[in-house]
């Protein structure tokens, strides 16, 4: 059997990567200002495609932009922070804080 995907991953900061499945887990983040680590990520299963018609069959989450920075004179975007899923994914922050819950 053989399997595609990728996976969806945000750091503590909330820059937005994606990596191929069968790539390393990254544990910081990928821009080069930035050492947050990797707090969240939710794996996306293309194999049998990502519709069914229309619907969205894969398990991609469609991300909430948090913050957009953008070139005052061309508009174009600088950078953009996500917020974290907080009931979908696996998300490092909302196991500890369950973790801490139960304590």
């Given at each position: 059997m053989s399997y595609e995907g990728y996976v969806q991953?945000?750091?503590k900061a909330g820059h937005y990567q994606e990596r191929d499945c069968m790539q390393d887990t990254p544990t910081k983040c990928c821009r080069g200002d930035c050492?947050?680590?990797i707090v969240w990520w939710n794996g996306v299963d293309i194999t049998n495609?990502?519709?069914e018609g229309r619907k969205r069959i894969d398990g991609y989450i469609k991300l909430k932009e948090?913050?957009?920075r953008e070139c005052g004179e061309c508009n174009s975007v600088?950078?953009?922070t996500y917020e974290i899923?907080?009931?979908k994914g696996y998300s490092v922050i909302e196991e500890m804080r369950k973790e801490l819950e139960n304590a």
């Open positions: 991953y945000l750091c050492y947050e680590p495609g990502s519709y948090k913050t957009r600088l950078e953009i899923p907080r009931k």
